[in-house]
């Protein structure tokens, strides 16, 4: 397994254990909130999990208070505290997203929390929780969830104390939050900062949505402080796993053997700044593949790089949505599977199963398939045609996407269908 050294000699692995999506016993997988699996997690594989990880050098375990519905601190603490202390780093976060847990107590109370579940005296590595959302309140929802209430200050304590070895923050979101943060580095010495890499996202995030920032300016800035990046997204949601037939025959001239997710790791990995690249690996297949790619790296050369890079153009020719199943924006309060949606959506747009238009070739039978896999997928109470557009999903997305306005795109389509085709 290729290593990197963090800023205090730490040798971490370049793969990382993301535990934001843990097998569930059904089968599926439990996610931030209810927009995964509702069915309990399934312990005995999230312990093979890591049993197969540190077996196989990686020693980088990710978590959130958030995520998992609550559980996978406890989930991940129990499962690391089957091994020595010293082969693993736990990372976890604040995230004090609600109003009610901005305060200072709240606040340290979930920090201290996240100790006592993970079974463990000191966080390897601690992180603000994505700075950067709220909108055109991104600053002040910045100040008021870290710096107003005390919270930083704190932290950067605990941290003199010993108690949190690396202090440092996740990014989604408004570009000037960032660099605000790293405005702050002279005072804070950020030992690391976690951002959304990909090589779509290198160049393109800003066609994808203005909002959004190109992982090259992210990863640059933190460059020039010798700031090391911690990578999230790295498949964007699961969607450069599942490439279009273009892109796919374009990729397998190159190497007729790699995954499409193998190439993005690469790409992740090839660059010198990278501490470690997190995957929320559900299933073991997931975990072997990716443990393959990293041992060791094989970095990307100049012509795979330049190829990724007019695959990325190719791949926002399609008709996609930027959902990378996040589930920041469940539950929603009118049953909505807004990430499934998305998922089949975007599955459909990969496959290219969308219908053309009545009287083309092969329209009767495309509308049927297209139809049976829209009902199998999302359930008749979770569909697109239930959202009212109330909009309390939209700013939660870390993608600014039009959460409503995509939902009433993907059900124009399906009620068009439904009545055949006919207006």
Request: proline share 5%; charged share 25%.
């Amino acid at each position: 397994m290729t290593q990197r050294t963090g800023a205090h000699g730490e040798r971490v692995s370049l793969l990382g254990y993301g535990a934001m999506r843990y097998p569930t016993v059904d089968g599926g997988h439990a996610a931030m909130s209810r927009g995964g699996s509702n069915s309990a997690i399934d312990t005995a594989a999230v312990q093979q999990h890591i049993d197969y990880c540190i077996e196989h050098g990686v020693n980088y375990f990710d978590t959130s208070p958030a995520y998992c519905r609550g559980e996978s601190e406890k989930v991940l603490g129990d499962a690391l505290a089957k091994h020595p202390r010293d082969k693993w780093f736990v990372a976890t976060k604040l995230s004090n997203f609600a109003a009610k847990t901005h305060s200072f107590e709240a606040s340290r109370a979930m920090y201290e929390e996240s100790r006592r579940l993970l079974r463990t005296d000191v966080i390897d590595f601690y992180l603000l929780h994505s700075i950067g959302g709220g909108g055109k309140n991104s600053m002040k929802l910045f100040n008021s969830r870290f710096i107003d209430n005390g919270m930083l200050d704190f932290l950067l304590k605990e941290r003199e104390a010993g108690r949190i070895r690396n202090l440092g923050y996740s990014f989604h979101g408004d570009e000037a939050v960032f660099r605000h943060a790293l405005s702050m580095h002279d005072k804070v010495h950020w030992d690391f900062v976690q951002i959304q890499l990909n090589w779509v996202d290198w160049h393109h995030a800003k066609e994808v949505n203005p909002r959004n920032v190109n992982a090259e300016t992210l990863y640059n800035l933190l460059a020039e402080r010798k700031i090391p990046a911690v990578i999230m997204e790295p498949l964007l949601g699961g969607r450069l796993a599942r490439l279009n037939d273009t892109i796919s025959r374009r990729l397998a001239r190159l190497d007729p053997n790699a995954t499409p997710a193998s190439w993005s790791f690469r790409f992740a990995g090839s660059l010198p700044g990278v501490l470690t690249v997190l995957s929320g690996m559900t299933y073991l297949k997931y975990i072997e593949e990716n443990v393959r790619t990293y041992s060791p790296l094989k970095p990307l050369d100049a012509t795979e790089l330049a190829t990724l890079e007019r695959s990325a153009k190719t791949f926002l020719s399609d008709d996609n949505v930027p959902c990378t199943a996040c589930d920041y924006c469940m539950p929603c309060p009118y049953g909505l599977d807004i990430p499934g949606i998305f998922s089949f959506w975007n599955q459909a747009v990969v496959e290219d199963r969308l219908p053309d238009e009545p009287g083309d070739p092969g329209y009767a039978q495309n509308r049927r398939r297209f139809l049976i896999d829209y009902e199998r997928a999302i359930p008749r109470l979770r569909e697109a045609q239930r959202c009212i557009g109330c909009g309390r999903c939209a700013p939660h997305c870390p993608q600014s996407i039009d959460i409503p306005a995509m939902l009433r795109k993907v059900d124009d389509l399906v009620e068009k269908l439904r009545r055949n085709g006919r207006a």
